[in-house]
């Protein structure tokens, strides 16, 4: 479902009750929240990306690699009166929400209001499409082809931490390095089969999106980021840095560069421990 408008949900921002739901994703929507009495409701066993979440941040609202929680800057949200009558919807100029999208395969051909939808295009988040302009690329490898060509290290007697967690979509599992009867020393490294050559000119790293002690255990330091035609001649890294010490997503551009592995290294942790984690990784075109 998509360029639709809801209003007055009654508290329930999104209610899952009718059991499992799979392969569900929620991509490019802005949930407009006023009440503190608002709901999200097992809403973390979709799959979220783009979407604005702006007002009230109610418990259980979902993780999002590409969350914005800015004002979308609507003429009058709130204010419809019928399906005729949802002006107040649409995107003012100067908008975060402009061509911030997620590029989808199949967007359709026209928004809530009537106008056009181009396909390849970074859309508009929300009902409305303001922008005019083709906004092409910055969006996200597809991941349904990724396999692990090597790890050098993975936790798998405590907990489920191997290393496709990284890429598996789902944001409460993680990579995390060996730690059950001794840790693995830093740096470790994954390298990543994406099935397929690519045009790559970023990677998105999210930390382990977890609450608790721990949260920030394994969370990357220094990181070295290299694309490979074979996997196995890597050359100099295309980007070094180090990231910030929070469970931000992480995006890491650079000269684009053609290949279909990708290698990811930690060289070091936020607070000098010898473990590595991560939620989700992601190569950016």
Not at 30 to 44: E, K, N, R, W
Not at 67 to 74: C, E, F, N, V
Not at 189 to 195: A, C, H, S, T
């Amino acid at each position: 479902m998509r360029y639709n408008i809801s209003q007055n949900d009654r508290g329930d921002v999104v209610d899952l009750i009718c059991g499992k739901i799979t392969n569900t994703k929620i991509y490019n929507n802005i949930f407009y929240v006023t009440s503190t009495g608002s709901s999200y409701v097992d809403a973390g066993s979709l799959l979220w990306n783009s979407n604005t979440f702006y007002g009230q941040h109610p418990a259980g609202e979902p993780a999002d690699p590409a969350k914005s929680t800015a004002d979308p800057l609507m003429v009058g949200p709130g204010t419809a009166t019928s399906i005729s009558n949802a002006g107040g919807y649409r995107l003012r100029a100067g908008s975060p929400a402009l061509a911030s999208g997620q590029i989808m395969t199949n967007p359709g051909s026209r928004d809530f209001f009537g106008g056009a939808v181009t396909a390849g295009c970074r859309p508009d988040r929300g009902a409305h499409q303001l922008t005019t302009t083709c906004a092409p690329g910055g969006g996200v490898v597809p991941r349904t082809g990724w396999s692990v060509r090597y790890v050098d290290s993975q936790e798998t007697a405590a907990e489920n931490g191997a290393a496709t967690n990284a890429f598996d979509g789902n944001l409460s599992t993680i990579w995390h390095t060996k730690y059950t009867g001794g840790s693995d020393p830093a740096p470790h490294e994954i390298q990543i089969n994406m099935g397929a050559s690519y045009s790559v000119s970023g990677l998105r790293y999210l930390p382990r999106q977890d609450g608790g002690s721990g949260a920030a255990n394994g969370r990357i330091g220094q990181y070295e980021v290299y694309v490979s035609t074979d996997g196995t001649n890597w050359g100099t890294a295309v980007a070094t840095g180090t990231f910030a010490n929070d469970a931000s997503q992480k995006d890491v551009r650079f000269t684009a560069k053609t290949g279909q592995y990708l290698r990811l290294r930690a060289v070091s942790e936020v607070a000098g421990n010898p473990w590595t984690s991560a939620a989700e990784i992601y190569a950016l075109n």
